[in-house]
Structures are given as C-alpha cells and as structure tokens.
C-alpha cells in the first residue's frame, strides 16, 4: 500500500519568494512520485515526476523536487514565485513493482500576492 | 498528439436523463482511467481499463457505467444521478498498469452538475 501526505492546505507567499511544498510518502516498496498542478476548472498537469534515476527531479516552470529517501519526503521548490503559479499542487505516489494506481494527497493550494 | 480530450467541458442535468461523458486520447496508451474530483479534493479513483478490459471498479454506484469501445475511446454513462454527483469528472490515460513511471495525462474534464 503506499500513501502520500501534504503538509499544510493552503501555503502563502509573495511573488519573488521561495515556493516549498511539502510532500511525504509512505510505501511498501521503492516508489514513483510526481507532483501535478491544477488551475482553476482545469485537469492535472504533470509538473515532475521521480523514477530513481536521480534524486532531483528538475521540472516545468521552474519547479524543482528532490527524493529524500531517508527523510521519505519529496518536496517542491521554485527560487522564485510568480503571479501565475497560483493553483492546486498534488503529491502522488504509485509503487514501482507490480500492479500499481496513482494516489494523491490532499493537495496544497498556492497563493501568490504581489 | 499528446493531449487527452474531454467532451463536454460542461454538463447540467436533471436526475431522471441520461447522458454520457467521452474520453479520447491518440497517444497508444492502453490503460484510461475515469477519475471524480470534488471541489477542495484530490481526484478519486473510479475504474480503471487496461487493454480496453475493465480491471478496477472502485465500489461505485451502478448510476455511473463506463464503456471503452476501443483503445482510444473511454466513455461513461449516467443515469439517475443524484445532486451529489455533481462534480469534475476526469479522464487520464497511462502507457501500461503494470509500471507508472510516466505518469498519467490528464485531460481538462467535464463539469457535471446535476438538478
């Protein structure tokens, strides 16, 4: 079984500023993790995605994540937020062997002020 | 072609119709996946088709019934739906079940509403 859990619903910044998602997983074997966005009355948009190739995973946008397996975490970043960044940000897991379907965390709603 | 295509975008309907939500995607995936997303809530999983054969029904009411007529077509029929349902409904499709290291792609969804 595996799970993921996303740190805080909602997450403020103003434009310029560091952007960190937080994002821990729990599963039975080595995983796969991806990180979507959302925009308003939009799909998901697949921003990055970890596939043990290498830790960290460079993305659209700007957006960066880094697999941590000690720490079982995979969080987002971006150095520098921007007015359009604001949405819906997903963590999701699926597991690397067998049978598998993603699943997603609550997810964390960005907020950008100017 | 890299996109998933959801038609309509917008639906109202009342609890007594019937109507039918279209999924296509031309990228050869063979697994498609209908997903409900309420507001303020992550997608939850409904079914699951892998090589057009339905594999994964996630306990979900009899009202909502899907159809893959082919490898690049995923439907899903309603009926008698209650204000509930009212919801975005999504479409992903994937290369396979067996592993997801590409992800899914998603398409925009159809935003259900039911009176």
């Not at chain 1, 560091?18 to 993790?33: E, F, I, M, T």
């Not at chain 1, 990180?35 to 009355?41: A, F, K, L």
């Not at chain 2, 050869?28 to 594999?55: D, I, N």
Request: aromatic share 10%; with cysteine; glycine share 6%.
């Amino acid at each position: 079984a595996q799970s993921v859990t996303q740190l805080g619903s909602h997450v403020s910044v103003s434009e310029g500023a560091l952007v960190l998602l937080r994002c821990n997983y729990s599963s039975s074997v080595p995983p796969y993790l991806f990180w979507y966005v959302q925009y308003p009355n939009q799909g998901l948009q697949l921003l990055l995605k970890y596939t043990s190739a290498a830790t960290l995973v460079k993305g659209i946008n700007g957006f960066e994540a880094e697999f941590k397996k000690s720490e079982t975490s995979f969080h987002l970043t971006k150095p520098s937020a921007h007015m359009r960044d604001a949405a819906e940000y997903f963590c999701a897991v699926s597991l690397q062997s067998g049978y598998s379907t993603l699943t997603f965390g609550k997810g964390t709603m960005l907020l950008v002020s100017p | 072609d890299t996109e998933v295509t959801q038609t309509p975008k917008h639906l109202v309907m009342g609890m007594t119709n019937k109507k039918s939500l279209k999924c296509e995607q031309h990228m050869g995936h063979r697994a498609m996946y209908w997903y409900k997303q309420k507001a303020k809530k992550p997608p939850e999983l409904m079914f699951v088709y892998s090589y057009e054969k339905l594999s994964i029904n996630e306990s979900v009411p009899s009202r909502f019934s899907p159809e893959c007529p082919n490898s690049s077509l995923l439907n899903l029929h309603l009926h008698a739906l209650q204000p509930e349902d009212s919801a975005l409904y999504l479409c992903a499709s994937s290369q396979g079940t067996g592993t997801i290291s590409y992800g899914y792609t998603f398409g925009s969804g159809t935003r259900l509403t039911v009176v």
